[in-house]
């Protein structure tokens, strides 16, 4: 299973964060397997140069610009993908922001609040809004970018750390409410990645030496298949292994 190809004809699926990186490549290969991709993105440029890509290559895709602060507007997109096609396949949780690299004392509270109001606040927004979606599908599957952040808490990552712990969390207490049913959610830690906001975190790494974003969507394409069973666990891209979370008590 883990590396397959998936086929996705006649899917939906919903992608945050599509308009570069890995979210962008996500998108990507998730219409080269058939699905029709809501890609979702701050960036009209980015969605457009995606959009192109994915028709040249014989997919489809829906342009929805929106910035995950827009709480209102995360729960009308899932109003919006009901009134169209009924139900939602897979959901990406691609984007989220870095915040600043510090000590926490010196994080600054505007800078704080908005890692966790986009990288918690509104994946939960999300989450409720396409709950009810992925139950309508034959088999739902949610994908939520986490990192090793989550688990490692370096020095001087709080605010990042925290939001993917609690994104975690979430994602963790999702997967056990929908164990029984044909939903499946995973976290999936992409790790060290040629992306912009690797180059924030890191500026002095070279990026050359890292795996360019096209390389780790490959790697979790197979996250939406319809086959797949593994539910509540966090994937590890560069390792291609699922890693146990802690149980519930």
């Avoid at 590396?3 to 599509?18: E, F, I, K, M, N």
């Avoid at 609040?113 to 949610?142: C, F, H, T, Y």
């Avoid at 994104?167 to 992306?195: C, D, F, I, K, Y």
């Avoid at 975190?201 to 070279?206: D, L, Q, R, S």
């Amino acid at each position: 299973m883990i590396g397959t190809v998936p086929d996705l004809s006649g899917r939906v699926a919903l992608v945050t964060g599509a308009s570069r990186g890995i979210g962008y490549f996500i998108a990507k290969g998730l219409a080269g397997c058939g699905a029709h991709v809501v890609a979702v993105a701050r960036t009209v440029g980015g969605l457009e140069e995606l959009d192109d890509e994915i028709k040249a290559a014989g997919g489809s895709a829906t342009l929805v610009p929106l910035d995950l602060t827009d709480m209102a507007g995360i729960d009308r997109l899932g109003g919006a993908i009901h009134e169209r096609w009924g139900k939602l396949d897979v959901l990406v949780a691609n984007a989220g922001v870095l915040g600043t690299i510090s000590p926490i004392g010196h994080v600054e509270a505007k800078v704080f609040e908005k890692v966790m109001s986009v990288n918690v606040i509104s994946q939960w927004r999300l989450i409720r809004s396409v709950d009810p979606l992925l139950r309508l599908s034959d088999a739902g599957r949610a994908i939520l970018m986490s990192s090793g952040a989550a688990s490692s808490a370096k020095a001087f990552w709080g605010p990042y750390a925290a939001s993917k712990a609690a994104l975690e969390a979430l994602g963790r207490s999702w997967a056990h409410e929908t164990q029984n049913m044909a939903v499946r959610v995973n976290m999936a830690n992409p790790g060290a990645t040629r992306t912009a906001m690797r180059a924030q975190a890191m500026p002095g790494e070279e990026p050359e030496t890292l795996p360019h974003p096209s390389e780790i969507a490959q790697r979790l394409l197979f996250l939406a298949s319809p086959q797949l069973q593994v539910t509540g666990k966090r994937f590890e891209a560069r390792d291609q292994v699922f890693v146990d979370l802690p149980a519930p008590a």
